[in-house]
């Protein structure tokens, strides 16, 4: 049971490229998030997929888009990358969704924009 | 509207001394408060949760945190720190009946001396 794993672990860009961050779990949850992790700010939310099917933005979605590719994987797409976009990025997700709920959290991908 | 603070960036103790976290939040209704730990270069993981229940809650590693709605205050302590408990500590609150309104304090960096 490996819980929740991100690929790549590093990523260096330069602008204007794009790139995809993988998310997977084991876990049967139906709930998956994507989160970035800037100094001093904790995570926000960037989008988020309640089921299977369905996605929505969360607090920071510009420049960002994602693909819930079925109850397993949820992945986050880059575009064209920009020097703010520099982060770590964190996948997690969690049961249901509720505001109960439990998140588990991947080790995270750190993200470099030159 | 819901917010969270945490009232101290970084936090120093020694070994074996307790631990204070200081948290407070904002919410227009009965919230679902957090604490995750965040080891370095690790994602995130639950320490503790609170979901309208006990006010005192208990959660792993020897940690606790007391739920005060007169003092919107959802303090974190330990008895007794250990060199292991080094670590950044996020409050989290959690919105009305779903985990996507959820919220992240800006973190704790709790440091152990000798």
């Known amino acids: 049971n490996a819980g929740v794993t991100q690929t790549p672990k590093f990523q260096v860009l330069k602008t204007g490229q794009s790139m995809t961050l993988q998310c997977a779990q084991d876990m049967n949850h139906n709930s998956m998030y994507w989160y970035r992790q800037d100094p001093g700010m904790g995570l926000r939310l960037i989008y988020y997929s309640a089921s299977e099917g369905t996605t929505d933005k969360g607090e920071v979605p510009n420049g960002y888009n994602v693909s819930r590719l079925n109850k397993r994987e949820f992945s986050l797409r880059l575009e064209s990358a920009a020097p703010s976009q520099t982060s770590v990025y964190f996948c997690?997700?969690?049961?249901?969704?509720?505001?109960?709920?439990?998140?588990?959290f991947g080790p995270g991908t750190r993200l470099t924009v030159l | 509207a819901q917010s969270v603070t945490q009232l101290d960036s970084h936090v120093s103790v020694s070994e074996g001394t307790p631990v204070l976290l200081r948290c407070n939040y904002s919410?227009?209704?009965?919230?679902?408060l957090f604490w995750y730990v965040q080891h370095p270069n690790k994602g995130l993981q639950l320490l503790l949760k609170?979901?309208?229940?006990?006010?005192l809650v208990k959660g792993i590693n020897g940690f606790e945190a007391e739920f005060k709605k007169s003092e919107t205050s959802f303090h974190l302590t330990k008895p007794s720190a250990h060199m292991s408990d080094a670590a950044e500590y996020f409050c989290?609150?959690?919105?009305?009946?779903?985990?996507?309104?959820?919220?992240f304090g800006s973190g704790t960096r709790l440091s152990i001396r000798p």
């Open positions: 989290v609150v959690a919105g009305y009946s779903s985990a996507s309104k959820i919220i």
């Open positions: 609170y979901t309208s229940a006990a006010t």
């Open positions: 997690a997700s969690s049961v249901e969704g509720s505001s109960t709920d439990t998140q588990y």
């Open positions: 919410s227009s209704y009965s919230p679902s």
